[in-house]
């Protein structure tokens, strides 16, 4: 820990890159002075969900000292940030000063002589002067234990229209696929003892929602459990692990190469939160090894890399939601699923896995896939949604509050925005060419903070 105490500004920004990739774990590193025991695992991370950063402690570990924040942080196993700076600041502050005084604490004994740096203790402990109470006479320890194997262990009733509902509202024009997607998580959300992870396969045109859909999984199903139970979320681009050796960075590096001892990408995520929603993003970019790599994880439900020190290191996946997108075979599906009862679950799978392995999808994965949701292209309606909501995030990250937008604005940016066949992925970029401007003025004018509403063509932002 103490490398991080002294990393200069310039390793913090490096750490915070790395962050914003994978979770960053330190083992054996010395923990804060009272804790039992005296080394244990550091970890840093983003949150994209909650969009914090956080700094985490190994759990189990005992805290015999007096500072009420790190106290609070061992016991709960995190404590998080706003931002980077105020992690960074925390480190080098509060619980930097608490390692020095240590230290200082440490160089002279009673008698004025130095003791050795890494010694733990500098004297030996006074014996408690009354004995300890019993644990039962403070607290309902029943209740304790009771509260924390139901947050840890059990299943949270997830009602599928809730969730449905929630989502919806996020990802237009793609109701059929939302609502089996929302079927199959929130069975899965609900078993107590889940012998493997939730596999659903998102199939369909670029730019129609799939990659939204999984950001809103993770998010909705951590409101449905009103804080109880919270969702992470790991989203991994198949186009950066198109070669053999790239398997690594999910599992981390064998003893003896480049890398090992620092962690993986997946396992970390896992390991931090084995409730996480991981998306493998265009699957079928993936190296034959990825695939490899992922059978024993949906079959058994753990992983396991050689990457740790001491061992093999081993993540729980059961409670985890194992996400796949492509755009593979979307419109051999469309056009199949067009002339059979689309309705039927059983109907659909058995379409989608026979077009997709005719597309190059390894059988071996499609075959353990317990759900496909069919994303179909967008209609007019669907994109004057997006748009329409799109206008309204750029607006915002301007600072300026939208109030209503003219059916014409709608009208002409949907005449210009030209997709072909992108979907709904380059409308902020469109919507931030033609209205960026006014809204950048607007935010640095004396009318700053008024409600705005956009009419044209020619475009206008107007206070309403």
């Known amino acids: 820990m103490h490398r991080y105490i002294q990393a200069t500004d310039e390793e913090f920004d490096q750490l915070e890159q790395r962050c914003r990739t994978s979770c960053v774990r330190s083992h054996g590193q010395p923990l804060p002075p009272g804790c039992q025991p005296v080394t244990g695992m550091i970890g840093f991370e983003w949150h ?23 106290a609070d942080w061992v016991q709960r196993g995190v404590r998080e940030f706003v931002n980077f700076a105020a992690l960074r600041d925390w480190v080098r502050g509060p619980l930097g000063a608490a390692y020095k005084a240590y230290a200082v604490g440490c160089r002279s004994n009673p008698t004025g002589g130095s003791e050795p740096s890494g010694q733990r203790q500098c004297s030996k402990p ?3 002067s009354t004995p300890a109470p019993d644990p039962e006479q403070l607290t309902s320890l029943s209740d304790v234990v009771a509260a924390v194997t139901d947050s840890e262990t059990s299943g949270i009733y997830c009602n599928p229209e809730v969730l449905f509902s929630l989502m919806q509202k996020e990802v237009r024009g793609q109701e059929e696929a939302l609502r089996r997607i929302c079927h199959r998580v929130c069975r899965h959300a609900s078993r107590v003892t889940p012998r493997r992870p939730a596999t659903v396969f998102l199939v369909g045109p670029t730019g129609v929602g799939k990659t939204k859909s999984a950001e809103s999984i993770a998010r909705q199903l951590s409101c449905i459990a ?6 992470g979320y790991l ?57 490899q790599t992922l059978m024993n994880g949906m079959d058994a439900g753990r992983l396991s890399s050689a990457s740790r020190q001491g061992g093999s290191y081993i993540a729980d996946c059961r409670q985890a939601i194992f996400l796949f997108t492509s755009n593979l075979a979307a419109a051999e599906i469309q056009q199949a699923l067009s002339q059979v009862d689309a309705a039927n679950p059983e109907v659909v799978n058995g379409i989608c896995r026979r077009c997709l ?9 499609a075959a353990r896939i317990s759900e496909f949701a069919v994303f179909k292209p967008l209609n007019e309606r669907s994109k004057a949604e997006i748009l329409t909501q799109a206008i309204s995030i750029v607006a915002s990250e301007y600072g300026v509050e939208l109030v209503s937008v003219e059916p014409a604005v709608i ?5 210009l925005s030209q997709d072909g066949g992108l979907g709904a992925r380059p409308l902020e970029y469109l919507i931030d060419e033609h209205l960026g401007d006014a809204f950048a003025q607007l935010s640095h ?16 932002c107007e206070p309403e």
Request: aromatic content about 8%; hydrophobic content about 40%.
């Open 48 to 70: 994209a969900v909650a969009g914090v950063y956080r700094l985490l402690i190994q759990r189990g570990v005992i805290y015999l000292g007096g500072d009420e924040e790190i």
């Open 126 to 128: 006074a014996p408690f």
């Open 357 to 365: 392995v005719a597309a190059g999808i390894r059988p071996e994965l």
């Open 226 to 231: 009103s804080n109880r139970l919270e969702y």
């Open 411 to 415: 009208v002409e940016l949907l005449r």
């Open 445 to 460: 004018s004396r009318n700053s903070k008024s409600r705005i509403r956009v009419s044209g063509p020619p475009f206008r």
């Open 235 to 291: 989203r991994l681009d198949m186009n950066e692990y198109q070669e053999s050796h790239r398997v690594s960075q999910l599992l981390g590096a064998p003893q003896g190469y480049v890398g090992h001892g620092e962690g993986s990408q997946m396992l970390d995520a896992l390991f931090a939160n084995p409730r996480t929603v991981v998306l493998f993003d265009e699957i079928e970019k993936a190296h034959p090894r990825i695939f």
